[in-house]
């Protein structure tokens, strides 16, 4: 079983600091990896994608990638209260199965005024 | 001009009915998946279709039963509905098996 593994949370920051989420996957040979964030009632909606080991910066976030650890994080710099959401982890499964795009079970992050 | 549409958008019926949902995406992609989301928030594969031809199909009882009539369309019909069906169903495409999924607005059934 191919598995996503994320820290439940609730992660609560103030507002302006960096939040940081992780996340874990179990198949060595994933290789599309992907942020998206729900708000509540709402549907998942795509905020970062990466491919290949190191850093990608877009705006305020910036996705991390170490395949070599099967770790996966996004860092939000300057939080804002508008950035209170559930934030999902999604790996492309590798090999016959790559059409499976797996979750993890999400992190919740509070940003406090 | 929404990419990924469903309908409806809540479903309320009771225990043994028959249910459709209807999906359509106007975006040209290729693949289209069902999820389910339960009440802790976890997202799970059904199906995927590629090209109106199924590539995954999870380990969903085979109540559940998709239909794709053509490449922008993925329903998702549940027979005998049970109270543990009840979970929002989101519909998703993607341009290739690669890329990254965009979501429809979901629906939200309830089995009462």
């Known amino acids: 079983q191919k598995e996503v593994e994320q820290n439940s949370g609730p992660l609560s920051v103030p507002e302006g600091a960096i939040a940081s989420l992780n996340c874990t996957y179990s198949?060595?040979?994933?290789?599309?990896f992907f942020w998206y964030r729900q708000y509540s009632g709402k549907s998942p909606e795509l905020i970062m994608s990466?491919?290949?080991?190191g850093d990608k910066e877009d705006g305020r976030f910036t996705a991390q990638l170490n395949k070599a650890s099967q770790y996966v994080s996004l860092l939000i710099r300057d939080s804002q209260p508008s950035d209170s959401a559930t934030y999902l982890c999604?790996?492309?499964?590798?090999?016959?199965?790559?059409?499976?795009?797996?979750f993890g079970k999400g992190t919740l992050l509070t940003v406090n005024p | 001009d929404t990419a990924v549409s469903q309908t409806p958008k809540y479903l309320v019926t009771q225990m043994g009915n028959d249910k459709s949902i209807k999906c359509e995406q106007n975006?040209?992609?290729?693949?289209m998946y069902w999820y389910k989301q339960d009440s802790k928030k976890f997202l799970k594969i059904m199906f995927s279709y590629n090209n109106k031809e199924l590539i995954i199909n999870e380990t969903v009882p085979n109540r559940f039963s998709p239909k794709s009539p053509d490449k922008a369309h993925l329903n998702l019909h549940i027979n005998s509905l049970e109270l543990g069906d009840s979970a929002v169903y989101f519909c998703?495409?993607?341009?290739?098996?690669?890329?990254?999924?965009?979501f429809g607005n979901g629906t939200r059934l309830t089995v009462t």
């Open positions: 975006l040209g992609h290729d693949t």
């Open positions: 998703a495409s993607s341009q290739t098996g690669y890329s990254p999924l965009h």
């Open positions: 990466i491919y290949s080991n």
């Open positions: 198949d060595r040979g994933s290789q599309s």
């Open positions: 999604a790996v492309r499964s590798s090999g016959g199965s790559n059409y499976k795009l797996t």
